[in-house]
């Protein structure tokens, strides 16, 4: 089968959903397993760090804590996505970790051979995407499998 091992990378937002839909139609078409990914982006990670801690938290602990907090959210929705794509039929294998997120998607796809990477697109066009770039335009720049992106609809 072509696409019996794929990566689905998810943030979360509307537009993931969207794209686990995809993902889900992909099962028709052969793929038996998914490798669900999510990347806590380092970047976002050390924007919200920069906000003070105030002076009650001591040094570290407020970093720690704001850590774990976004650590505990991510598991659990990632934990909510795994279990559908499990009722689906499919077999998954989950991974939540820090990083760049166009950087560790294709890591992890390589890593674990799949063929297919697919990722949801904001379509966004503000001042972060134009210095960082897009997570799907790196992912398919730097990709070897193939990429289905999926975008968001627009709000009329």
Known sequence: M???????????????????????????AGCRQVVL??????????????????????????????LAKMRKNAETKLD?????LEETGLSVKAH??????????VRIADAEHVS???VGSHGRSNISQILLGSVSENVIRHAKQPVLVVRRIEKE
């Open 2 to 28: 072509l696409f019996e091992k794929i990566i689905f990378a998810t943030d979360f937002s509307g537009t993931s959903a969207r794209a686990l839909d995809y993902v889900r139609r992909l099962k028709d």
């Open 37 to 66: 990914l999510h990347v806590i982006d380092q970047r976002e990670v050390h924007v919200l760090l920069a906000e003070p801690a105030g002076f009650a938290v001591a040094e570290g602990e407020y970093e720690a804590e704001l």
């Open 80 to 84: 909510d996505v795994r279990r559908w």
């Open 96 to 105: 939540l970790i820090d990083g760049i997120p166009a950087t560790e998607i």
């Open 116 to 118: 297919l990477i697919v």
